[in-house]
């Protein structure tokens, strides 16, 4: 059995920090514009807003935001529209967004400020290190 593999379009190299930095911000714009996209193929309409999926995908830029090296930034950029991809082409399944982008290691992002409210000690704790 014989699988035709995708060529995968590379984009040219950045030359400064300013090409890499419109490329960012181009590329959140369509990781945005696809977001009631994915939403209706995952239909996570029932367990999540738009708005706290934007707001993941911008913590995930933010956690890049230190570097300055471009072509760094070409690497995660690459990276990000390669899961993109994958998730506007139904690579991903349902739990896999829920578990990555939803939940996170925080929790569920509506159960961020009232989670261990009256909870002992050690209960705070486990709950901590484990994703309950």
Same mark, same amino acid.
């Given at each position: 059995?014989?699988?035709?593999?995708?060529?995968?379009?590379?984009?040219?190299?950045? $030359?400064? %920090?300013?090409?890499?930095?419109?490329?960012?911000?181009?590329?959140?714009?369509? #990781?945005?514009?696809?977001?009631?996209? /994915?939403?209706?193929?995952?239909?996570?309409?029932?367990?999540?807003?738009?708005?706290?999926i934007r707001s993941a995908i911008a913590s995930q830029f933010r956690k890049n935001?230190?570097?300055?090296?471009?072509?760094?930034?070409? $690497?995660? %950029?690459?990276?990000?529209?390669?899961?993109?991809?994958?998730?506007?082409?139904? #690579?991903?399944?349902?739990?896999?967004? /829920?578990?990555?982008?939803?939940?996170?290691?925080?929790?569920?992002?509506?159960?961020?400020?009232?989670?261990?409210?009256?909870?002992?000690?050690?209960?705070?704790?486990?709950?901590?290190?484990?994703?309950?």
């Amino acid at each position: 059995m014989a699988f035709t593999l995708r060529s995968v379009k590379v984009p040219p190299n950045s $030359m400064s %920090l300013e090409e890499a930095r419109s490329r960012t911000f181009e590329f959140f714009r369509s #990781a945005c514009r696809s977001i009631p996209t /994915i939403m209706e193929i995952y239909n996570l309409h029932d367990i999540v807003t738009p708005s706290q999926i934007r707001s993941a995908i911008a913590s995930q830029f933010r956690k890049n935001a230190h570097i300055t090296n471009p072509k760094v930034i070409d $690497m995660l %950029l690459f990276k990000g529209m390669e899961e993109l991809n994958n998730i506007t082409e139904h #690579a991903k399944q349902r739990h896999h967004i /829920i578990g990555q982008y939803v939940v996170g290691n925080q929790g569920l992002v509506q159960d961020s400020g009232s989670k261990h409210q009256g909870s002992s000690e050690f209960l705070k704790n486990f709950y901590s290190g484990n994703y309950f």
